[in-house]
């Protein structure tokens, strides 16, 4: 994960690890190549440029120049920094309601079929919920099919109206299903195409109208770098969601989406997707996340 990110930070410190007497430039050249770095995985332009600014300006602050191990100051202000641009503290999922409801959106192949399976074992198991999976997608029968081998797999009930073509009935129905038969938390699965429809948009807003959902969550395949970011964009400008799910962290992506996602949208990234089994969900922590790029 972020193997090339991590290596070229590395060698953007070890000009400043390998001299006893820093000067300015040393500094600069430094910050030059952290800027080099984040822009090669794929981070917005002005938010890498912002970044070095404010790394600047504490370096500064704190005298680096005059410290006794300089390189190991810096490498801390670029860790808080890279802490604080991927959302600071960790951000909690809100259980309230009876029941919870949670809404998943994100485009088709992003992960949300998946992620509201693991976030259902998750709660099941971690959270002691007892929690319902539905099935909304109403244009594909196969993602519907989907949901239920996810849920056979975990033990968890799905609900779904195969013949009702009105998403927003079905995820009402599915609640009072929920309401009558115990169910504390309501996963919505939506339906997803490969990229941002009117027709999808217009729905899921309905649907978010409808239902009110505690969580609204936005799965997004970290892969795809500044589209992601896009995406995240456009349906936070229609849904005002709460959180981001990154999902795909396994695979070796640039980490582009997780540390821009955050500046863009102002909303914390509360969950990863590290596999495809249902156990690979880990909560964010972008302090530990920080940590890992620095090696
Ligand atoms: P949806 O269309 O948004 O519901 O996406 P799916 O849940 O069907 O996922 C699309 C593909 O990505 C499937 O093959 C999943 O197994 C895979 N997938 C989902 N999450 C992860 C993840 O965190 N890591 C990896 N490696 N694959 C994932």
Redesign the pocket.
Known sequence: MFSNLSDKLDKAFHVLKGHGKITEINVAETLKEVRRALLDADVNFKIAKDFTAKVKDKAMGQDVLTTLQPGQLMVKLVKDELTELMGGDVAGINLSGAPTVILMS??????????SGKLANYLQTKKGKKPLLVACDIYRPA?IQ?LYVVGDSIGVEVYSEPENKNPVEIAQNAIKHAKANGFNVVIV?TA?RLAVDEEMMNEIERVHKAIQPQETLF?VDSMTGQDAVNTAKTFNDRLNFDGVIL?????DTRGGAALSIKSVVNKPIKFV????KME?IDVFYPDRMAERILG
């Open positions: 994100g485009l088709q192949g992003s992960g949300k079929t998946t992620f993602a989907q699965d997803g799965v999902t795909k962290l396994d695979g997707g590290t596999g495809e690979a």
